[in-house]
């Protein structure tokens, strides 16, 4: 079963990275490859998504949730494949509502944040996943240059949760003030 959570975890790993991919040249070029990509990247998302899932379920069943706990390490890597997942969830939820206008104006903005965002996420959970394989890489160091040392249990203070809440609040209300003024 160990071995079934490595192998299985290359499946988001590399749809996430694919569907990111697809986001940027969907966004930022023109022509058939942008019009592919854009086309293409609802099927690779819910791929992603289900293989994040059985990643995560794997995980879960190989491992007891005292040893996972146990470690710094292991929590942070749950952490941020629950991240990766929820970001990833958030972006298949656009583009299948929004379709292809999920890249129109100023809305593929937040398509080409997400993708970013949920970038980092996964590549930090599949770096924490090799440091407890005992594959550390040098993107552990990059983490650490951003101030966070990988053996220590991921912390954010108190004002950020509460700025990203303002954030969330703000950019909802600008969002159905926007749709008033279009209905
Ligand atoms: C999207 C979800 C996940 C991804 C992408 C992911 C990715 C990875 C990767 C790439 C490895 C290294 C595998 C190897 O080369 O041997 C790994 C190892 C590991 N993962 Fe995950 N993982 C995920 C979720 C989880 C969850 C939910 C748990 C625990 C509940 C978990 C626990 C572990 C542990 C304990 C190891 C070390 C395995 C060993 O010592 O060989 N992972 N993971």
Same mark, same amino acid.
């Given at each position: 079963m160990n071995g079934t959570h490595a192998m299985l975890s290359h499946f988001p790993v590399g749809f996430w990275a694919l569907a990111t991919l697809m986001i940027l040249v969907g966004v930022f070029l023109s022509g058939r490859l942008a019009e592919l990509s854009r086309a293409a990247l609802l099927p690779v998302l819910i791929l992603s998504l289900i293989g994040g899932l059985a990643a995560i379920i794997v995980g879960f069943l190989v491992w007891p949730m005292e040893a996972n706990l146990a470690s710094p390490l292991t929590r942070n890597h749950i952490l941020m494949s629950f991240w990766s997942l929820g970001i990833y969830t958030m972006i298949t939820v656009l583009v299948w509502k929004a379709g292809d206008a999920a890249f129109d104006g100023n809305r593929r903005w937040a398509l080409v944040i997400l993708a970013l965002t949920g970038g980092l996420m996964f590549s930090a959970a599949g770096t924490l996943g090799g440091h407890l394989a005992? %594959? %550390?890489?040098a993107f552990s160091d990059v983490l650490g240059l951003m101030?966070?040392?990988?053996?220590?249990t991921f912390y954010s203070p108190l004002w950020v949760s509460a700025v990203m809440v303002i954030i969330g609040i703000a950019l909802g209300a600008l969002g159905i003030m926007n749709r008033r003024k279009k209905g």
């Open positions: 005992g %594959a %550390a890489t101030g966070w040392e990988v053996y220590t």
